[in-house]
C-alpha cells in the first residue's frame, strides 16, 4: 500500500493553539513573508491560508478584531470587499481557476475556526480538483508550497489598484 504522509496537517488538527488571536498577531509583527500577507489596506489585509483547500487558497481580514458582520463600519467592509475582489483577480491572473468559493463562515456552528475574527475565505476552484483523498485519507494534495504561492502572489498586491 502506498502511504502519502502530510506531516504540517497535524499541528492544526492536534497542535497546541496559539493565544490570543493569530489575525491581530500576525500583521502587528510586521514580517509579511514569513507570516504569508501577500497585501495591506487601509483596514484589512490579504494572507495564505496555512492549510489550504486549493493552491491560492488565501483569507482577506480586516484589522479590527470582530466577528459581528452586521456590526462592521463601511468603511471596513468597503475596504474589505475591494481587497477580496483584488485577492479574486491575483488568483485568477496567476492559476487561471474556473471558479472561486467565496465567503465567511459566522460562527463556530457554521464552520467557523476562529469565529471571533472575521475573514473572507477566497478559495480558487477547478472542474474535477476534489478526489478521493480528503475522503478516504483526510489529506489534501497541492501541487506547490506555500512559500511558492506565497512568491507568485505578492506582486498582484505590491502596487495599489489605480
Partial sequence: MD????????????GEKPRGCIFCAKPAEEQDEK????GRSEHAYALLNLYP???GHL????YQHTGDLAGLPSAVATDVMALTQRAVAAVTAEYHPQG???GLNLGEVAGGSISAHLHVHVVPRWGG???FMPVTADTKVLPETLDRTWERLRPHFETRPG
Avoid: A, K, Q
Fill in 129 to 131: 480538483d476534489t478526489n
Fill in 3 to 14: 502511504r502519502l504522509y502530510t506531516p504540517w496537517r497535524m499541528n492544526y488538527v492536534g
Fill in 53 to 55: 483547500y486549493n493552491s
Fill in 100 to 102: 472561486f468559493n467565496v
Fill in 59 to 62: 483569507m482577506v481580514v480586516p
Fill in 35 to 38: 507570516n504569508l500577507i501577500l
